[in-house]
């Protein structure tokens, strides 16, 4: 592992050991996984409060899927990559919707 951490120059790209704001790698999304999405509830570590959590977007498309699902649902949440949680159990209406942009979904 290089160098995480400069003070000159901020975070740097674990990849090619440039500074983030001017590094290429992370601004080429590459597509990881099979190719599903898959939805399940989690409830642990949540103080009881259900979330449906999404897994396995595709990458360059993770951002805009996110936001509409957000909005149909009407509920927050949080994207990581191509992870997502949407607050709440609302797996049937994320579901239909993935289904309609021709996504693969399990669970």
Known sequence: ?????DSDQGATCPLCARPKKSCNCTRTPVQTGDGIVRLRIEKS???GKTVTVITGLPVE???EI???LKK?????GSLDGCDAEIQGDHR????????????????
């Open 1 to 5: 592992m290089g160098i995480v951490w």
């Open 72 to 76: 149909r649902c009407g509920a927050g």
């Open 66 to 68: 996110f936001k509409a």
């Open 45 to 47: 570590g949540r103080k």
């Open 61 to 63: 498309r993770a951002q």
């Open 92 to 107: 049937d209406v994320i579901r239909s919707e993935l289904t309609k942009l021709e996504l693969s979904v399990k669970g």
